[in-house]
């Protein structure tokens, strides 16, 4: 995706990311009045993108697909939010090239697993743990390394 269609959910994202993780810790959900237009917005610069060069860019796409499928099974499972299901599929959308939509989840799930270790060993079992932190910082990490290789 080209880096004008591509920053539109980005910079959505970077603009509610903090509120997100707000709400997470406090409340443990993740609100779909910020999750649902991370959605629309990746969608839409998908389509934009298409429009404009008549290729379809299917980085995003499987991205978001696949984000939201891994979420939506450990969602059946019973181990997710479904305001995690949507905030992958926002992130997803949203990641421009595949190596984000790669590495976004693992680094989330690597670092979710360090954090649920520590939550386990301080609260013990069934204790819950907010999960949107972990996603958005996973994100986020693979956005970084993405702007530092290319410096």
């Known amino acids: 995706m080209g880096p004008t269609t591509a920053s539109i959910p980005l910079l959505y994202l970077a603009a509610i990311s903090p509120e997100l993780v707000r709400v997470d810790l406090r409340e443990h959900r993740l609100p779909n009045a910020l999750t649902l237009p991370g959605i629309v917005l990746g969608a839409a610069a998908c389509a934009l ?3 404009s060069t008549g290729r379809v860019e299917l980085a995003p796409i499987m ?14 499972l019973g181990g997710m939010g479904l305001g ?14 595949p190596f984000v939509g790669v590495l976004s989840p693992v680094v989330a799930f690597l670092a979710g697993g360090v954090g649920s270790i520590a939550v386990l060993v301080s609260r013990g079992r069934g204790a819950r743990m907010a999960f949107g932190p972990y996603l958005i910082g996973g994100f986020w990490c693979a956005v970084g390394l993405v702007a530092f290789a290319r410096l």
Not at 84 to 97: M, R
């Open 63 to 76: 991205a978001g697909l696949c984000y939201t499928g891994l979420l939506l099974v450990l969602w059946l």
């Open 84 to 97: 995690d299901v949507k905030l992958g599929a926002a992130l997803g959308f949203a990641s421009w090239i």
């Open 49 to 51: 993108q298409t429009l």
